[in-house]
């Protein structure tokens, strides 16, 4: 499975109403994922829509790994955990990516990567 396909997947994950708090209903938030295939996640008013590719001024930027990226969105790896030991990073809003790992409900995502990898 490639992590791009499932970043690309994840706004089916997410809850819409923890959507709307994290990124202020009045306010475009982007999220950019710099990843082996960097992909970006644009929330406003509620709604979570990925994106290929590089977005001009994120508010925050993730950098991690592809495997630990799929670790902390499956609740694998503490995100507390991967920062302190460098294996993720964050620039930006840190309370914001803080506030995304929140956003994902675990079981729609571990169906939706279970539906990628054919399984």
């Known amino acids: 499975m490639r992590t791009k396909d499932l970043l690309m997947r994840v706004p089916e994950a997410v ?8 990124a ?6 982007v999220v950019q ?15 979570v829509v990925a994106h290929e590719g590089t977005a001009a001024d994120p508010d925050v930027t993730i950098k ?9 969105l499956s609740g694998q790896l503490s995100a507390t955990t991967a920062l302190f030991t460098g294996r993720l990073k964050v620039r930006g809003d840190i309370g914001l990516a803080q506030r995304l790992m929140g956003m994902v409900d675990r079981e729609k ?3 939706v990567e279970a539906e990628i990898r054919g399984t």
Request: aromatic share 4%.
């Open 15 to 22: 809850r819409a109403s923890e959507a709307a708090r994290a």
């Open 109 to 111: 995502l571990a169906a």
């Open 64 to 72: 991690v790994s592809d495997d630990d990226l799929v670790r902390l």
């Open 33 to 47: 994922y710099a990843v082996s295939e960097p992909v970006y996640h644009v929330l406003e008013g509620g709604a």
């Open 24 to 29: 202020r209903v009045d306010k475009r938030t």
